[in-house]
């Protein structure tokens, strides 16, 4: 098992100090999930930071009042219309639409990062399980490829700059780390673990490698947020983790803790209260409303 690191205690950003180690729930912008406009204005008391993917940052009208971390959206590359192209040595992200072809540049990311990030994230193309080999090492290149472009082109020097490690298996991750790692990045985040959940063995022997590769330096870990999991890899040396499990499960009337019970339609409000339960659970602090009597007097039922 992998041991604690001697990595910071907390970074610091513009926008404010983020302790470690740091639960950061993931909040969208736009119309397509309302729930989370009713859980954004609670963040602030329940977490030290907020992260968003690139492509609901762009729908941001007003930003949070605390830490902002933004991806950099190259979770759609795995979408069936996307394609991961190479120009100028570097990786950018094809989307072919009716309306015509759209693309995604390091610099383009790199841009809306600097205007409105605190910490940002470099374009990355997950890698799946089921990806073959070639395309799998050429996505790995690329990866690294505009991690190093990002650090060089920053320009903000207050903007803390994650580079991103994907792979597909133990050593692959090793090499995207210790490639990455002779370089001054603020920290470093693990993408494209979540499929790789099943096997908690062959996951945490990713995140050990990375954090020895890495050395002291801050870890994140991308889209894991069962409290469980979270629990191991933090004692693995991993410094932050995102997550929007707690809203979805309170989507669907669920209460983290409680597998085999379900709110029966729940309304606006009872959802809030359980993503914000499942939120204070995750994070391990004191909720800022009263769940409980909610939770006992709203049809809370067996599955």
């Given at each position: 098992?992998?041991?604690?690191?001697?990595?910071?205690?907390?970074?610091?950003?513009?926008?404010?100090?983020?302790?470690?180690?740091?639960?950061?729930?993931?909040?969208?912008?736009?119309?397509?999930?309302?729930?989370?406009?009713?859980?954004?204005?609670?963040?602030?008391?329940?977490?030290?930071?907020?992260?968003?993917?690139?492509?609901?940052?762009?729908?941001?009208?007003?930003?949070?009042?605390?830490?902002?971390?933004?991806?950099?959206?190259?979770?759609?590359?795995?979408?069936?219309?996307?394609?991961?192209?190479?120009?100028?040595?570097?990786?950018?992200?094809?989307?072919?639409?009716?309306?015509?072809?759209?693309?995604?540049?390091?610099?383009?990311?790199?841009?809306?990062?600097?205007?409105?990030?605190?910490?940002?994230?470099?374009?990355?193309?997950?890698?799946?399980?089921?990806?073959?080999?070639?395309?799998?090492?050429?996505?790995?290149?690329?990866?690294?490829?505009?991690?190093?472009?990002?650090?060089?082109?920053?320009?903000?020097?207050?903007?803390?700059?994650?580079?991103?490690?994907?792979?597909?298996?133990?050593?692959?991750?090793?090499?995207?780390?210790?490639?990455?790692?002779?370089?001054?990045?603020?920290?470093?985040?693990?993408?494209?673990?979540?499929?790789?959940?099943?096997?908690?063995?062959?996951?945490?022997?990713?995140?050990?490698?990375v954090r020895e590769a890495i050395e002291d330096r801050p870890l994140h870990v991308f889209g894991i947020g069962q409290p469980d999991i979270v629990e191991q890899l933090y004692k693995r040396g991993v410094q932050s983790v995102d997550s929007s499990s707690y809203v979805k499960l309170a989507a669907d009337g669920?209460?983290?803790?409680?597998?085999?019970?379900?709110?029966?339609?729940?309304?606006?409000?009872?959802?809030?209260?359980?993503?914000?339960?499942?939120?204070?659970?995750?994070?391990?602090?004191?909720?800022?409303?009263?769940?409980?009597?909610?939770?006992?007097?709203?049809?809370?039922?067996?599955?």
């Open positions: 098992m992998g041991t604690e690191s001697s990595a910071p205690a907390q970074i610091q950003t513009a926008h404010g100090c983020v302790p470690f180690p740091a639960y950061v729930p993931v909040t969208t912008f736009g119309d397509k999930y309302p729930l989370d406009d009713l859980v954004r204005p609670y963040l602030r008391r329940l977490a030290p930071a907020v992260m968003v993917s690139l492509h609901y940052a762009r729908q941001m009208k007003e930003r949070p009042n605390l830490p902002l971390m933004i991806d950099s959206g190259g979770f759609a590359s795995l979408f069936k219309d996307a394609k991961v192209r190479m120009r100028g040595g570097l990786g950018i992200l094809e989307r072919v639409f009716e309306e015509g072809t759209e693309t995604l540049h390091p610099k383009e990311v790199l841009e809306f990062q600097e205007a409105h990030a605190d910490i940002a994230f470099t374009l990355d193309f997950p890698i799946p399980p089921s990806m073959a080999n070639r395309e799998a090492k050429r996505r790995l290149a690329l990866t690294i490829a505009n991690a190093l472009w990002a650090l060089e082109n920053r320009r903000r020097r207050d903007l803390v700059l994650y580079a991103c490690v994907q792979g597909w298996d133990v050593d692959s991750y090793r090499t995207c780390a210790k490639a990455l790692a002779p370089h001054e990045f603020d920290g470093y985040a693990i993408g494209g673990l979540v499929p790789r959940m099943l096997d908690r063995e062959h996951l945490f022997a990713i995140v050990d490698a669920k209460l983290w803790g409680a597998k085999n019970s379900a709110l029966v339609e729940p309304s606006p409000l009872e959802r809030l209260h359980l993503a914000l339960c499942n939120l204070a659970t995750a994070s391990r602090t004191s909720m800022p409303l009263s769940s409980s009597s909610m939770y006992f007097h709203t049809g809370l039922v067996g599955a």
